[in-house]
């Protein structure tokens, strides 16, 4: 046992091995292309000073990422609060932050307010353009030769005052070949600086760009609350257990974490009553770490993973921590250092899981593999969506988090889609084995019956043949059509037309006739046949009726078969005025009384949806009632 164990634990180790260098590889290669592709326009700025006279002409699909060197005024508003000439601090790097930068030996703090300031000559384009900044953290007002262009949020010398807004809106200008002076200032609660460089764009383009933006993003977070709404009325109406009842409420999560990202914080202010970003970075935070607490108990739910107290005492002490850091501390502490530690814990949380993911691979488990391939994606979306929101990211991977959420539940849709497949297939296979072992069940319960009817008829016969060769001659016929229907039934387990089975009862009757003549009379009032009755059903009612009835008294009595019909059912009653008995000896069968009754009512109801009554009095009678649904009565199934 120890011996099959090694390999198992080696193939999980190399596949946490494997999700770890695929992780640090894409986040590796998202940065390089990114990067990559951002600097394909980028200008080069000398003396704070961008020179487009060289450039390639600008065309539609043109952006010019003001990267460099700017003008930097610490805690001054040049343009808006202007208090004399404006000194400058020093010349900063764009994109960068004002604090905690390793290229400046500065004492600037987080947060506060600053302004920066460059330049733009030789610019040549004759359809308006705009100047923005990408979704960022902080407030700003850009400037372009004094007049204001574009602003987000509400700045402020005072950080309480301040509030940060990740979005604006784009303004049409134009910008000619002269030089022109571009000022961007900044205020932020916590934030420090431009960690994403303003940006120049034909400005059709770009609003074209935004409207198709938050269309995917609406379009992102509408599939995957569909897809909850979905797993939730197929989990309340399914009596088959598809998938843990806590995947709806993880595709809600990450709907929630979708909507109030960075880049969508347009589209989640209408319902968070317009927070500040550094509020709602708070809540980003605290979402990540529910959707992975709901995430482990959907994985634990699902593969009845077993975790170790150990973590579950960890995990919970992370969740404490997020908590009490959302609720108590600063903002400015939050995002320094707060952010720090509770990536690292997430990032061992989601390494955890991975593992035990792996282990269950190892084991055999199906579903193992496809589920760890798609913990992949909310791992890579929300490790790469938090370092983009720190500035650790270019602003192409601000799209990265919507896209890998979505392809998670894509990926565990498919996954519960195939298991749903499999489990419909399996109870198809099921319910045909039932109906072939119905079918045996009713073959044997239809065999049982023969040897009495056999019995009867054929002492009948011979009576006859003594007394009344006549008779008995006419009942070898009635018995020879009788015979075949019986052996016909055999074969035949499915409804027959009600005419059928009431020719058969017919034979069976003028054969008991020729035996009972004096004491029995069989009585016909039949309004309704255009319906199905399973084969052999009414027959041993009647024989019943006659045998264990009407044949006891000492007098004899009558048999009175009718059928009649209701707005919903056929009705077919049999009725004699027999010697009686207690309905409730029906379920004490000796094998002679009451033959074959609890086969027919099995049938009936199976076949039929039927209802079967019995009333019996002593010395009065036995009236049995079957009611046929008009909906399963007519077809021949």
């Not at 000619?176 to 000022?183: D, Q």
């Not at 009705?571 to 000896?585: A, E, Q, R, Y």
Request: hydrophobic share 40%.
């Amino acid at each position: 046992m120890k011996a099959r164990q090694k390999p198992r634990r080696k193939n999980a180790n190399l596949a946490l091995l494997f999700f770890v260098l695929l992780a640090a590889g894409s986040v590796f290669l998202m940065h390089f292309f990114g990067n990559l592709s951002l600097k394909a326009d980028n200008l080069t700025p000398v003396n704070a000073v961008f020179d487009c006279t060289d450039a390639r002409p600008f065309q539609k699909h043109s952006r010019y990422y003001l990267e460099g060197e700017w003008e930097f005024y610490y805690r001054q508003f040049i343009e808006s609060d202007p208090q004399g000439e404006p000194k400058m601090s020093e010349m900063l790097n764009v994109p960068s932050s004002w604090a905690g930068n390793p290229l400046y030996d500065s004492p600037y703090e987080s947060g506060g307010y600053a302004s920066y300031r460059t330049y733009i000559k030789g610019f040549s384009y004759k359809d308006p353009v705009t100047i923005y900044i990408p979704n960022i953290a902080s407030a700003y007002r850009i400037y372009l030769d004094g007049a204001l262009v574009t602003e987000s949020g509400t700045l402020s010398k005072s950080a309480t005052d301040t509030w940060s807004t990740p979005s604006s809106s784009k303004q049409k200008i134009l910008l000619t070949p002269e030089e022109h002076e571009i000022v961007i200032e900044i205020s932020s609660e916590s934030y420090s600086g431009l960690y994403l460089a303003p940006i120049i764009a034909d400005h059709s383009y770009t609003q074209n760009y935004t409207y198709s933006f938050l269309g995917i993003r609406y379009a992102f977070i509408g599939i995957v609350i569909y897809a909850a709404i979905i797993l939730f009325i197929l989990g309340f109406l399914s009596k088959v257990r598809y998938f843990s009842g806590w995947l709806p409420v993880l595709f809600l999560c990450l709907a929630f974490r979708m909507m109030i990202s960075t880049e969508g914080y347009a589209i989640s202010q209408p319902w968070f009553f317009n927070l500040s970003y550094e509020k709602m970075t708070l809540l980003m935070f605290a979402s990540t770490f529910i959707i992975k607490l709901v995430s482990l108990i959907y994985l634990q739910d699902e593969l009845k993973l077993k975790l170790s107290k150990e973590f579950t005492a960890f995990l919970s002490a992370a969740f404490l921590l997020v908590v009490v850091g959302v609720s108590f501390l600063p903002t400015s502490v939050y995002n320094n250092y707060y952010f720090v530690v509770l990536q690292l814990v997430s990032t061992l949380a989601d390494l955890y899981v991975i593992n035990r993911l792996c282990q269950e691979l190892a084991k055999g488990d199906p579903y193992a593999g496809r589920l760890c391939f798609a913990y992949l994606f909310i791992f890579a979306g929300i490790t790469v969506d938090a370092l983009y929101t720190n500035g650790m990211m270019p602003f192409l991977c601000s799209s990265f988090m919507p896209v890998c959420l979505s392809l998670f539940a894509l990926q565990l849709t498919i996954i519960h889609a195939d298991k749903a497949a499999k489990l419909f297939q399996r109870a198809r296979e099921a319910r045909e084995l039932e109906r072939e072992v119905e079918k045996a069940n009713m073959a044997v319960m239809i065999s049982q019956i023969q040897p009495h009817f056999l019995y009867n008829a054929l002492n009948t016969i011979k009576s006859l043949i003594r007394r009344d060769p006549k008779k008995a001659e006419q009942a070898v016929i009635d018995f020879s059509y009788y015979l075949r229907g019986n052996m016909d039934s055999l074969t035949h387990t499915e409804p027959i037309p009600f005419e059928t089975e009431l020719a058969h009862v017919k034979y069976y009757c003028d054969i008991e006739l020729l035996r009972f003549s004096d004491k029995l009379k069989i009585e016909y009032d039949i309004q309704e046949k255009e319906f199905c009755v399973p084969t052999l059903s009414i027959q041993p009612i009647v024989e019943n009726a006659i045998k264990h009835g009407v044949t006891k008294k000492p007098e004899g009595g009558t048999v009175r078969i009718s059928t009649a019909s209701d707005d919903k059912d056929y009705i077919v009653t049999v009725k004699d005025d027999g010697v009686g008995f207690d309905p409730s000896t029906i379920e004490e069968d000796d094998g002679r009384s009451h033959v074959g009754i609890q086969n027919i009512r099995y049938r009936f109801e199976n076949m039929m949806h039927a209802t079967v009554s019995i009333e019996s009095e002593k010395g009065v009678g036995t009236t049995v009632t079957i009611r046929i649904p008009k909906n399963s009565a007519t077809q021949e199934q």
